[in-house]
């Protein structure tokens, strides 16, 4: 039964709230705590007001204005609200992960840290609940801008070189969307979403509405990584991790794929993308990429870099089950954006953990480093077996919905594509598992290394930071060496590392499980329910 549409003023207050956060963080930035606390409070407030919106009976609506007569407007749909609950909820986890990871580093401007985040998280707001395809994309770009600051936050020359690389894909995939997006304004006269799609599109000249899909879907894609525009992320984890694991496994990369979804099922429409013959080259650039991605992430030593490539390649399950467009298949791509998110920001945080307490970076630097860590590395066991997709995580419920339904689509040999990314997937994550629980270390040379990955150079990789725990001394060639040269000091949960970072890896991987033994549990599922059932009916 269809919602009835309300003014209200929750849907523009999720998205002012994290901005007003803004200011009162900069006023508050010679006093951490009172600075921490209004990141809190504005996290908090936000997940409240999108909560009320989930549980309301009725559909909330707020006015922007207007540019060149269209409106901008919030609209608080089972969709936008869906990934709204979903980036709110994780800006909290991150908000605590984060005052333990910037004070455990001692990290400088932590103030425009937190005020980046603010503004990030206000702009994925926008994005969310947009209700239109002006307002969306205004949010889209702003989203860019607001986040550039945390991916350039170490000043590095090469922080700066990523900010130039990620400015430059970004904004050039907004410019290629906005051209989609006059495009449908001509051709239709409307931005407005309507739940299986604008019925003229279906009625216009056939070539430019393939042109405006082309474009939405090449502009939107650009921020869901989709081969060939896939290289920014990668250059992009010089950032901090929690940037990395909030913004580039949720609120960035997952602004691409659910623009693509309001493209798909809101613009378009299942049947009208396939009628035009523009699903199956959106299903076959997907399911390249998902299979590339892999490829190529089972060559990285870097920890971080092998995770990032994993995330292009997890994307693009979410892609295809769009492109496929059956009902299950798109129940499945919203369940896995959901899914995904808290697995990977898990094994993001993991990755935080690992190198705030030993200073590591690379895998073929962890052998047996479980017993130094061995809460955060069953952890990260637990998040990895559920992106391969093993039952009882959330993986394998999204996985198996999405498999179920792209082979009852128009075109199921993709469900091999499937196949072959999940067997890349236990090829990559498997020999971390081993080699961080049973490799063994020998003074600073790894007994083990990741099995596909080339070796890198060893250097000082946490020489001069006085918060490494386990570094104590160089030799003269500047290794870093441990006092303990047999193996890593063992640990227990209360001294492994600090709560702030610590719970928030349960918390996450908590909710990875729950959605893998009881997903109907959380309101993710009946809100991809209510986007399958308003767009095929």
């Known amino acids: 039964m269809a919602m009835t549409d309300v003014a209200s003023f929750l849907p523009v207050a999720a998205v002012a709230i994290p901005a007003v956060a803004i200011p009162l963080i900069y006023l508050s930035r010679s006093n951490p705590r009172v600075r921490e606390a209004w990141t809190f409070i504005a996290a908090l407030v936000t997940f409240a007001v999108v909560a009320l919106m989930v549980r309301s009976p009725v559909t909330h609506v707020s006015s922007l204005g207007s540019i060149a007569g269209i409106e901008l407007s919030l609209r608080g749909d089972a969709a936008g609200l869906l990934f709204a609950l979903l980036a709110s909820t994780l800006w909290i986890v991150t908000s605590v992960y984060s005052v333990g990871y910037v004070r455990s580093l001692d990290e400088h401007d932590q103030t425009r840290y937190f005020a980046a985040f603010a503004g990030s998280i206000a702009a994925t707001m926008g994005v969310a609940l947009a209700a239109n395809l002006l307002t969306l994309f205004v949010f889209y770009e702003l989203l860019t801008l607001a986040t550039y600051p945390l991916v350039v936050h170490a000043g590095t020359k090469a922080a700066r070189a990523a900010g130039r690389t990620y400015i430059v894909y970004t904004l050039g ?159 499945g791509a919203l369940l896995h954006v959901v899914a995904h998110a808290f697995m990977k920001i898990t094994l993001f945080f993991v990755a935080g953990i690992v190198a705030v307490e030993t200073g590591e970076k690379y895998v073929s630097d962890l052998a047996g480093v479980g017993r130094r860590l061995p809460v955060t590395m069953t952890v990260f066991a637990i998040a990895a077996a559920g992106l391969i997709g093993f039952p009882l995580v ?31 997937k236990l090829l990559y994550f498997w020999p971390i598992v081993y080699t961080v629980f049973f490799g063994q270390r020998d003074g600073s040379t790894p007994a083990s290394r990741h099995a596909f990955a080339p070796a890198h150079t060893h250097g000082v990789h946490a020489v001069g930071n006085p918060q490494v725990k386990d570094v104590h001394a160089t030799d003269g060639g500047g290794v870093a060496h441990r006092r303990n040269h047999v193996g890593w000091e063992r640990r227990t949960l209360s001294t492994e590392t600090t709560p702030l970072m610590l719970v928030p890896i349960l918390t996450t991987v908590g909710v990875a499980v729950v959605l893998g033994v009881a997903p109907s549990y959380l309101p993710f599922w009946d809100l991809a329910e209510a986007v399958v059932w308003e767009v095929f009916g």
């Open 173 to 331: 995939g907004g410019v290629i969307a906005f051209a989609g997006i006059l495009l449908v304004a001509v051709l239709v006269g409307t931005l407005t979403f309507v739940p299986g799609g604008i019925a003229d599109l279906a009625a216009t000249d056939s070539t430019l509405a393939q042109a405006a899909f082309i474009f939405l879907a090449v502009g939107f894609g650009v921020k869901a990584a989709i081969v060939p525009l896939y290289k920014w992320l990668p250059t992009a984890m010089v950032a901090p991790t929690p940037v990395s694991g909030l913004l580039h496994a949720v609120a960035v990369v997952k602004s691409g794929a659910f623009a693509i979804s309001r493209t798909v099922l809101y613009v378009f429409g299942p049947e009208t993308m396939w009628d035009l013959g523009l699903g199956l080259p959106l299903a076959v650039f997907a399911a390249v990429t998902m299979v590339v991605a892999g490829l190529v992430g089972l060559r990285q030593d870097n920890l971080k870099r092998g995770l990032a490539y994993s995330t292009i390649s997890q994307l693009s399950y979410i892609v295809l089950g769009l492109a496929i467009a059956t009902p299950l298949a798109v129940f």
């Open 394 to 424: 959330a993986g394998f419920v999204s996985k198996f919905t999405l498999v179920v339904g792209v082979a009852e689509g128009p075109a199921p040999v993709f469900v091999a594509a499937y196949l072959v990314a999940g067997l890349l």
